[in-house]
């Protein structure tokens, strides 16, 4: 076995363990800690696959910014020493059906998917590099990527008029 | 990658490790010692010549100090967060090109830990990681004044990190390449990004002061309101570190200050700096004493902008916490995207102009 295959399968083992322990820790401050650790394994699979941009953009964006929120919100609910709520049985078992589903669901289509077999003579080792990933942006997927930003710029107009203040409204 | 380029990769990884840690070490002595200086008095002077053995006394005192966890903290995050502080604030120095090439045994090998292509972008991402230390420190002391300061610590760095995304974006487009080898490489013979981009520049520097929790902008540790900031339960090597991971935090964005915009280790004069070395020490040897050079001169741009950061701190007052966050969303994202498009228009439309008129 190689460095890169024993890495992988290191990798592999480290995500499944930190994304299990997400759903299984009590605190919820430790389960976005170990999300954190997930996003990074995942970029460390990113990169295995010379995904450069995307493992980067995967940390700024998920690691650095979305999960500080995650933080922030929990770490204002969550001033008190955690309190567990009782969940009551019919919870637990609706849970375990609803996720069993998912997960029957997510095989089934995993089985049916062919995925294309890895041929080295076609496989260009550099698509993943930032230079060919805006090449295809700019030139192949133009409008889809133009009406993504449009409704990028929605939602932030959105959010900035949520959080205007009206007239008349308290002064904080 | 064979033997030579791996041991010199090592030794120059190591020795950036080693300098940035030295460098942090004596930043806590220059701090005082400008502080003293802007005050007029004489700042640490009492351990070793001038107070030079001062943070070495400083070390030794945090060390032997007692080694104390609250009753009501938690345990390994109230670890986790100083340790986190000090990761985060070392892991970025392995992209910062720190000279140009060395020749040995006929390998042309670059001084930098690693040349990636995505450099700005790792740097960037390591920065936004910045605040886990703080805010993970700041809950697990279990003390209000604690996790205020941490909120204030994190909202602080995501508001600046926008404004300092969108002011590298301008040198981005100049520059074509995400790596920091090549925008350096590009700035050579006086090309340095300060002259295209002094607007982009000003935004750079303020949001370096604001990601570093200097002064003008130190509130996540403001004293009058909020007793110590995230760390008032912190004691002992556990402040240390956090102290200390602030100093390496400046001297790595001063570094990265002057990769993006003083052109790194290029110098006025080096071409032919480097021809004189060349004709009187041979092609390799010539080379090498240039590089380091360089180096030096590097240094030298980063250790500026390290005062600069200290002469900031002893002159201007604190902002409050509303005016920060009015400069930051409405005062420097505007500014940074209207220096986007200038950038943007320049590089189409003036750059086609002045290059023909030049030649």
Redesign the interface.
Known sequence: MNSAVSFFYFLSFLTILSAVMVVVSR?P?HSV?YL?LTFFTLSGHYILLNA??L???N??VY???IM??F??VI??LN?K?DQEEAKTNLTKIAATIVGGTVFVILFGAYRKTAIEPFNPQTYDSQIG??ESLGHMLFRDYLLPFELASILLLVAMVGAVLLGKREIGERHF | MDLVEFLVKTVTIVAVFGLTLLIAMYSTWAERKVAGFIQDRSGPNRAGWGGLLQPLADAGKMFFKEDFIPA?A?KW?FIAGPSLAMLTALLASAVIPFGSTFRIAGHEVALQGVE???GI??V??VV??G??GI??GG?ASNN?FS?LG??RA??QN?SY?VAMGLSLIAILMMSSS?SLGEIVAQQHGMNWNIFYQPLGFIIFITCSFAECNRVPFDLPECETELVGGYHTEYGSMKLGFYLFAEYINMFISSAIISVLYFGGYNYPGMDFVYAQLVKSFGPDTGHNIATLIGTAVFFGKALFFVFFYMWVRWTIPRFRYDQLMNLGWKKLIPLAIFNIIITGAAVLFLKPVITAWLN
């Open positions: 605190n401050i800690l954190i450069q941009f493992a980067a953009v940390i700024i690691a650095g910014a500080v929120l933080l922030f770490m204002f001033m020493q590099m930032i | 009501l938690n995050l990636s292509n995505i972008l790792y960037f991402g936004a990681l605040v886990y805010m993970v809950w209000k996790l941490a909120i994190a909202s995501i990190e995400l």
